[in-house]
């Protein structure tokens, strides 16, 4: 982890940017293999699995029975632990439906607004280095909650050509009946551009690799949406003397973990406490299974030491952290001059990898600075709120010289005479 003492200001754009890909032959890449799912359906998502993923399938949906099969393998823990996360993730995103409300906003003329669930929606959920089934509750409970017609979800398989159990399972919880054995950049493009076997949808969700993130990019210049824009997990620290450092030191590697590509950032005003932390990542650095990715990742990572709390807060918001966690005194007044983060976490025991799981929120969250004008995944993301209007014919006279006028002005006589041919 690179240390960083009191830059100045013309140094911070230089200093958080996240690490950098060359996207331009990564976007040829991912857009030939693209090409060919559109083209060849089934057999090119057959052909990609078995280069890819190393594993040959003769089909790659699962059947109701071996859905019901691999539930069977989830120890009984585990089922108590995904249905607790699942309970608090359910509570706290069923509290985001609106009710629709009718404004008068002059007399005769009511308006109003109502969320109506996208009718098909794909989930994607990583299965390479980490098997997110916890991605499941996120998508699949606001999906459920948003009334979504049609969910699917697209995992990549193992090398005998199965998912994770727990996969199988978090998905059946949530209701997703169609499960596909498929992942990478031709689960994106089967989702997008349909096949025989897997159907197309509205709206793709899900966290990938650089590759699975590039494919959702370009699926949206063909008119298919996405969450948001996404890239490699992160976590931004800002910590003061009353931080913990072997509190700091975990929540830094909690998301290190994630992969070699990921990003961690610790802003202090105490010296002596980045010193501790970056003593405390060394040792339990080495208690890791995945010590090499996380070590990786931390060659990307920085810790920066501020004058003031004050300049911590602006180089935070600059950074626009997908995560954020406040480790300070007074976390709650820091925390309302945030403007710029997916998800924020106070004080010293909040730990990042909570919001992970089961505290409720959401973990599907902007990254790479997405946060100055991304959301985080809920119900909304699900939803399309349509615009209803109702004139009686004296709201309509109350209203029509001022369209009249207007439409005159921009020179539209047809949108004029639509309301006068009324009086």
Known sequence: MKRIAFPSRSQWNELLKRPAIDTVTLQQQVKAVMDVVRQDGDKAVLQFTRQFDGVQLESFEMTEAVINQT??????????????????????????????EVVETMKGIRCWRKSVGIEK??????????????????????????????????????????????????????????????GGVQAIAA???GTATIPQ????????????????????????????????????????????????????????????????????????????????????LQALPRKEMAAQALINSKAVIVKDIAEAIDLVNQY????????????????????NAGSVFLGNYSPESVGDYASGTNHTL?????????????????????????????????????????????????HKNAVLIRQ
């Open 320 to 339: 626009a952290a997908e995560h954020l966690i406040i480790s300070c005194e007074r976390d709650e007044q820091i925390a309302e001059k945030i403007i």
């Open 71 to 100: 539930i069977q393998l989830v120890p009984d823990d585990l089922k108590r632990a995904i249905k607790q996360a699942a309970h608090n993730i359910r509570i706290f995103h069923e509290q985001q439906k609106t009710a629709v």
């Open 121 to 182: 929606v794909g989930l994607y959920i990583p299965g390479g280095t980490a098997p997110l089934f916890s991605t499941i509750l996120m998508l699949g409970i606001p999906a459920q909650i948003a009334g979504c017609k049609e969910i699917i979800l697209c995992s990549p398989p193992d090398k005998s050509g199965k998912l994770h159990p727990a996969i199988v399972y978090a998905a059946n919880l949530v209701g997703i009946t169609r499960i596909f054995t498929v």
């Open 201 to 284: 949808v509205y709206k793709i969700f899900g966290p990938g690799n650089q590759y699975v993130t590039c494919a959702k990019q370009l699926v949206q210049q063909d008119g298919i949406a996405i969450d948001m824009p996404a890239g490699p997990s992160e976590v931004c620290v800002l910590a003061d003397h009353t931080a913990n450092p072997a509190f700091v030191a975990a929540d830094l590697l909690s998301q290190a973990e994630h992969g070699t590509d990921s990003q961690v950032l610790l802003v202090s005003t105490d010296n002596a406490l980045v010193d501790a932390v970056v003593k405390e990542l060394d040792i339990q």
């Open 366 to 414: 902007p990254t790479n600075g997405y946060a100055r004008a991304y959301s985080g995944v809920s119900v909304d993301s699900f939803v399309k709120k349509i615009t209803y209007q109702k004139l009686t014919k004296e709201g309509l006279l109350s209203i029509a010289g001022t369209v009249a006028a207007m439409a005159d002005a921009e020179g539209l006589e047809a």
């Open 191 to 193: 989702m997008a551009y």
